[in-house]
C-alpha cells in the first residue's frame, strides 16, 4: 500500500441508505455516468481490471465511497475476494 494517506473519493458514485426501507435493501447506488467513468479510468486497474471503492460512513453520519488501494505486502497472498462474476 502506498504510504500516502490522500483519500481518493469516488467522482460520480453516490451512496445512500434509507432507514424507511426493508431490512433486505441495504442501500441504493447512485452513478452519474460521465463522472464515474472518467474517474474509474483515472485509477490504477489491479491486474485483474478491478478497483475496488469501500462504503464508509462520516463522524456526521453521512455515507461516501472511497478508493481502497490495499496492497498486501510482498509475500503475502491477498485475501480472497470471492466470485466477481455474480452480482451481489
Known sequence: ?????EKKFADGLFFSRNE????FVVGSLGIQVEKAVAWIQQQKQ???????????KSREGK??????????KQGRQAPPQGDRSQVF
Not at 1 to 5: A, C, G, Q, T, V
Not at 46 to 56: A, L, P, S, T, W
Not at 63 to 72: A, G, M, S, V
Open 20 to 23: 424507511n426501507a426493508p431490512d
Open 1 to 5: 500500500m502506498e504510504n500516502n494517506s
Open 46 to 56: 489491479k491486474e485483474n481490471g478491478f478497483i475496488n471503492v469501500d462504503i464508509k
Open 63 to 72: 455515507y461516501y465511497l472511497e478508493l481502497n488501494e490495499f496492497e498486501p
